[in-house]
């Protein structure tokens, strides 16, 4: 029996794969090429899993597997949302199955998708402030260092708060050097979508020591070349537009501590393996875009920034910030009330001497 013939008077058979693959197709009108891509993955990995235990067809699938695959998530020790979002991912899969007559009504809500508190959603390994600016103060004081990709790269992503892809997407005429600004633009037809699309389109201003590492990058690092669109990007290597690896790759490089003073870990930098490509994401240290991003919007934040205002910056949803990005530590809002309280109760300031 082939994988489309009907079962009794029941619809027609499919199998996952072809499922999954329809799917994605009708995606691909409503989300992101990203967004696309990491639904393409998560489904991917359930389908090689359920073609493991010799499952392949839709009309396989029972509450008993899927409960199988949840536990299965536990055990490889993931990070709480991103078993939420493998499990949300192909709950909308199975609803869209549902709607489709490929499995039973009722089986997509057999998938318990975890709630999480806003700590569990967010990680507590951003980028820190002083550790922002201490590496930014290497690079700002290094003749070597200066303007060199990273140094570039960690310059716009912590002063933006922008997201990788924005960053990646920016062209060389998209920055202003003169009125010291960048425009975040969404060009999907070219492969560099922002991620609320024409939303998300902003003009962000610049520091004098942004643009100077800008330029420096500019004048001194960058190819001339252009992608395979004809566009000339911004960050440009000898293959023209970076890749996402690229970038992040940077990133875990600029965030490397050993740069400017001892290994926190008790390493050698000369004989590091973390410094390689392939395990700079290794370093307990490092920090990835994301991790500069969450960063940024804290510390935009904390130097009094209102939330409308990030979010602007950002391209983020204002209740997003307040629920996942404003997050003060514990010992920052002990500091902000004990000042207030300190001043407001300073009995040698006050004008009612007892």
Known sequence: ?????????????????????????????????????????????????CADRDVTMMDELSPWLLDEYDLEL?????????????????????????????????LPDSIDVPTLE?????????????????SLSFFRDSKAYFGVPMHAFLELAWHTGARIGSIR???????????????????????????????????????????AALDTYIARERSDKRDEKGRAPLFCGRQGRPSFSTFRYWSYQATQPCLWTECPHGRRRATCEYTERNHASKCPSS????????????????RGLDIETVATRVNANADTIRRYYDAATQTEEFEERRRDVEARLDISNSEDKL
């Open 1 to 49: 029996m082939s994988v489309s013939d009907t079962a009794g008077d029941g619809p027609p058979r499919r199998s996952i794969r072809q499922a999954i693959d329809r799917f994605i197709k009708r995606r691909k009108t409503e989300m992101t090429d990203r967004t696309i891509r990491s639904d393409a993955s998560r489904l991917a990995d359930f389908a090689d899993w």
């Open 74 to 106: 536990r055990d490889r020790d993931l990070a709480a949302i991103t078993i939420k979002s493998k499990l949300t991912t192909i709950r909308v899969f199975l609803k869209y199955c549902a709607r489709t007559d490929l499995v039973e009504d009722d």
């Open 118 to 134: 806003a700590a569990e959603e967010s990680s507590d390994e951003r980028l820190e402030a002083e550790d922002a600016q201490a």
């Open 169 to 211: 997407g920016l062209d060389l005429g998209d920055y202003d050097a003169d009125e010291q600004f960048v425009h975040f633009r969404h060009r999907p037809s070219e492969g560099t979508p922002l991620k609320n699309k024409h939303e998300g389109e902003r003009l962000v201003g610049l520091t004098d020591a942004v643009c």
């Open 287 to 302: 920090r990835s875009p994301h991790r500069i991003r969450t960063g940024s919007i804290t510390w935009q934040l904390n």
